[in-house]
């Protein structure tokens, strides 16, 4: 009987293409299964077979638990009933006692059947998925297995299958088993019957794939994709660029008479493409990616990472597109807000924000509104700017001089600290130890907005992490990082001294 178990191993190892360890647990678990039908009770069967010898041993165990703690019968000891075994054991050890084995081929044919079965197809589906981790985010091929109500199941040969979501696929595509399809290895994900392969045919590599398969340039990588996105089964965009002057990435990708990017089309249900030029410059991308509407002006704001786009009043349907569809796209494609509107709403906006600037001007500098109108008009924004810009940047406009640069500068500089003043005697009356306000890299302001909440010594900023401080405007992670690193230098000097 011990040589049947090695060749069993041996033959479903070599049948199944799994590794010998795998069967031969398989078979430890089936004996194990078996024995358990000796005993009345539960019981805790461990077998272990010798690799090499076929030869195997079948122990019962019981874990030794505290005594407020109900002792399953049949896996679990009180401590008195450990002590009539052996004295020697402790809460939380096992006893194990041999018991007679039970024959290998008095097994119940079924169980240790299924037992097998089912490990070697574990085996399998994990040998499979790692022979896949290498394809993610690339292109497989494979034929519909199964469609059911809530995805479509792909065959991709070799014992391997696919998972495509209802929601990865493009449009209202219907497939019927046995269509050939094409599809982006998007995950393997694990779950409780084990890794899946989840395809998508809707996520943007998709579009990728599919171009570097109908132009040889990408694939060559004379042609690179800088940005895709996609409306899947509707609309989407690209930004392609090279480095080769003599070769037209948008003429290239379209093809002769519209080839190639039509046979990308078909693919994906007659998904509309648009290609448009990539642009290192934010604004120019932008201007590109809005094609085929004509913006007339584009007002970047770099703090808010949004964009102005002004365009013609009988442009204006056109670069919003239907239901939004083009000026969405061409966020996602260029990563800004794009707020788009009509030249003459761009000027209102414009009129009115100027406006704002320059009584803010002459509220803060104490300035008349000719001399705020000249900052607004110069392109300064805020009361900072003002105070901290070079000074030959500030002489150079027009009807300054020195001692005009310098005031206004000065006076920038009054105003922030007022503000800043004005900040702190609203912080509820919490104020900083002595010892936060005079450590180093402090200063007086972000010691009372930390004491405000609640960091009010060094200890307490010891205590703290980066992430709990880099929602404080005045912080960026790597200050945050540098403060507490320094509030906690006491520490380290106490270690050192013990």
Not at 358 to 387: H, I, N, Q, R, Y
Request: aromatic residues 4%.
């Amino acid at each position: 009987m011990n040589k049947e178990i090695l060749l069993v191993a041996d033959a479903v190892s070599s049948e199944k293409g799994v590794d010998r360890e795998i069967i031969f647990e398989a078979i430890e678990v089936a004996l194990s299964t078996a024995t358990k039908k000796r005993y009345d009770e539960e019981s805790d069967i461990e077998v272990m077979i010798d690799r090499e010898t076929g030869d195997y041993e079948t122990f019962r165990r019981w874990t030794v638990m505290p005594d407020d703690h109900l002792s399953i019968l049949g896996t679990e000891f009180t401590t008195e009933e450990a002590a009539e075994k052996d004295p020697a054991l402790q809460i939380g050890d096992v006893y194990r006692e041999q018991v007679e084995n039970i024959e290998f081929g008095r097994i119940a044919a079924q169980t240790a059947k299924q037992v097998i079965v089912q490990r070697v197809r574990e085996a399998e589906r994990a040998q499979i998925v790692d022979e896949y981790r290498a394809y993610e985010g690339q292109l497989v091929n494979g034929s519909v297995k199964k469609v059911t109500r809530d995805a479509v199941i792909v065959d991709l040969g070799n014992n391997a299958e696919g998972y495509m979501p209802r929601e990865e696929l493009v449009g209202r595509e219907a497939f019927r088993v046995g269509d050939r399809v094409r599809a982006i290895l998007l995950e393997i994900r694990e779950d409780t019957r084990g890794p899946q392969l989840i395809l998508s045919r809707a996520c943007n590599q998709m579009l990728i794939e599919l171009f570097k398969i109908e132009v040889p340039e990408i694939s060559e990588e004379v042609i690179e994709i800088r940005a895709a996105a996609r409306d899947p089964g509707s609309r989407a965009k690209i930004a392609v660029k090279t480095n080769d002057g003599r070769i037209d990435p948008i003429g290239a990708c379209v093809g002769m008479r519209g080839s190639r990017v039509q046979a990308v089309s078909g693919e994906l249900a007659n998904e509309r493409v648009d290609i448009i030029l990539w642009d290192d410059n934010p604004a120019q991308l932008a201007i590109n990616s809005l094609s085929p509407a004509e913006v007339e002006s584009l007002i970047v704001d770099e703090e808010t990472n949004s964009m102005d786009v002004a365009v013609a009043e009988d442009n204006l349907a056109q670069a919003i597109g239907r239901s939004g569809q083009n000026v969405r796209l061409a966020a996602q494609l260029t990563g800004w807000t794009l707020n788009v509107m009509s030249s003459e709403d761009a000027a209102v906006k414009g009129e009115e924000e100027a406006g704002a600037r320059v009584e803010m001007f002459m509220k803060a500098l104490d300035v008349d509104e000719d001399v705020a109108l000249v900052l607004a008009e110069e392109g300064f924004t805020s009361v900072e700017e003002v105070a901290y810009v070079p000074l030959e940047e500030m002489v150079a406009i027009e009807g300054f001089d020195q001692d005009i640069a310098e005031e206004l500068r000065a006076r920038g500089k009054d105003a922030l600290l007022t503000q800043a003043i004005a900040s702190e005697e609203k912080l509820e009356g919490s104020e900083p130890a002595e010892d936060l306000l005079n450590m180093e890299g402090m200063d007086r302001h972000l010691a009372f907005v930390l004491a405000n909440k609640g960091i009010v010594t060094m200890e307490d900023l010891a205590e703290q992490a980066i992430e709990d401080l880099i929602d404080i405007e005045e912080l960026d992670s790597e200050r945050a990082g540098k403060l507490i690193m320094t509030a906690r230098a006491p520490w380290f000097a106490e270690e050192e001294a013990q």
